[in-house]
Structures are given as structure tokens and as C-alpha cells.
């Protein structure tokens, strides 16, 4: 049962490589603005500037779990936003082993945490103040009380 496991989850990896090379690619013109002048006498100009959100909690289901990372954190990352995700308590190894490789990278600490858990960690990063977006991704009875959870702290963007 083991090895199958193992098989399962390295075909994912390829995908999620895809996923984080693609974003990499798109964070220069994710965060670059426009400007183009109005139509007026003044010399007025329109100007477009993008900002990140800021602390992003990050919730993955418990099945493509390298998937569900990758297209949630990647994102995230390009645009600038710190992010916070939670593995499933029932699959959290391959995530957990892919921690250090963000220190290794560069990344300085607490632009990318990862937590395991339940639903308890997840309520608690939906109820959280500091958190400015949540990514959801799981059944529809939990998505709820997530929406819940942030409907009580300060209306966390999904």
C-alpha cells in the first residue's frame, strides 16, 4: 500500500511544477499598473496600481493535495501576498516536505507558513483578524463553516 501511495503522489508533482513556473512567469505583469491620460484640458492622467491583499489563508481538500497547493499558493505569491496553508489533517506529508525548500529558495520567514489540521486549525485561520483572503477548497458543509467563521472576524475576501 505504501508504494502505491508514493506513485499517486509523483504524478502530481510534475503538474505542480507547470502550476509554479507559470504564475512565476506572470508575477511581473501581476503587479504592474496602467496610467493613460483623460480626455480632459488639465493634463489629468487615470492610474491603475494593483496591491496585494496581504495575509492569504490558503485551504487545501484532502485528495491532489500538491494540486491544490500549487494552485493556490502560487498565485498568492505572485501578486505579493503572504500565505498561510492548511493541509488536510488526513494528507499532509507531501506539503510539509516541500516546506524547507521555501527557505532554501529565499523566501523570508512567515511569507510562507503551512499548518496541518482540522477543522478547529481551519476555523481559527477563518475567524482570524489578520486575515485579509481566504481560498477554500473542500465540501460544501465545510465551505459553510468557513464562511461562517469569517462572517464573525472581519469579512475575510474568498
Same mark, same amino acid.
Not at 496600481?49 to 505569491?77: D, E, R, S, V
Given at each position: 500500500?505504501?508504494?502505491? %501511495?508514493?506513485?499517486?503522489?509523483?504524478?502530481?508533482i510534475?503538474? $505542480?511544477? !507547470? +502550476?509554479?513556473?507559470?504564475? @512565476?512567469?506572470?508575477?511581473?505583469?501581476?503587479?504592474?499598473?496602467?496610467?493613460?491620460?483623460?480626455d480632459?484640458?488639465?493634463?489629468?492622467?487615470?492610474?491603475?496600481?494593483?496591491q496585494?491583499?496581504?495575509?492569504?489563508?490558503l %485551504?487545501?481538500?484532502?485528495?491532489?493535495?500538491?494540486?491544490?497547493f $500549487?494552485? !493556490? +499558493?502560487?498565485?498568492?505569491? @505572485?501578486?505579493?501576498?503572504?500565505?498561510?496553508?492548511?493541509?488536510?489533517?488526513?494528507?499532509?506529508?507531501?506539503?510539509?516536505?516541500?516546506?524547507?525548500?521555501?527557505?532554501?529558495?529565499?523566501?523570508?520567514?512567515?511569507?510562507?507558513?503551512?499548518?496541518?489540521?482540522?477543522?478547529s486549525?481551519?476555523?481559527?485561520?477563518?475567524?482570524?483578524?489578520?486575515?485579509r483572503?481566504?481560498?477554500f477548497?473542500?465540501?460544501?458543509?465545510?465551505?459553510?463553516?468557513?464562511?461562517?467563521?469569517?462572517?464573525?472576524?472581519?469579512?475575510?475576501?474568498f
Amino acid at each position: 500500500m505504501g508504494v502505491s %501511495i508514493i506513485v499517486e503522489v509523483t504524478r502530481f508533482i510534475p503538474n $505542480a511544477i !507547470k +502550476i509554479f513556473r507559470y504564475y @512565476a512567469a506572470q508575477a511581473y505583469n501581476a503587479l504592474q499598473g496602467e496610467s493613460w491620460p483623460v480626455d480632459d484640458d488639465e493634463g489629468s492622467y487615470r492610474i491603475v496600481q494593483h496591491q496585494p491583499f496581504g495575509p492569504c489563508a490558503l %485551504i487545501g481538500a484532502w485528495n491532489a493535495t500538491l494540486t491544490f497547493f $500549487a494552485y !493556490k +499558493i502560487a498565485p498568492a505569491l @505572485a501578486t505579493g501576498n503572504t500565505v498561510i496553508f492548511k493541509t488536510s489533517e488526513k494528507s499532509p506529508l507531501s506539503v510539509l516536505l516541500l516546506a524547507p525548500l521555501f527557505k532554501k529558495a529565499g523566501f523570508p520567514d512567515g511569507v510562507v507558513d503551512i499548518v496541518s489540521g482540522g477543522a478547529s486549525a481551519g476555523n481559527l485561520l477563518a475567524r482570524h483578524m489578520g486575515i485579509r483572503l481566504i481560498s477554500f477548497t473542500g465540501s460544501a458543509p465545510a465551505g459553510k463553516k468557513v464562511v461562517e467563521a469569517a462572517a464573525q472576524s472581519n469579512l475575510s475576501r474568498f
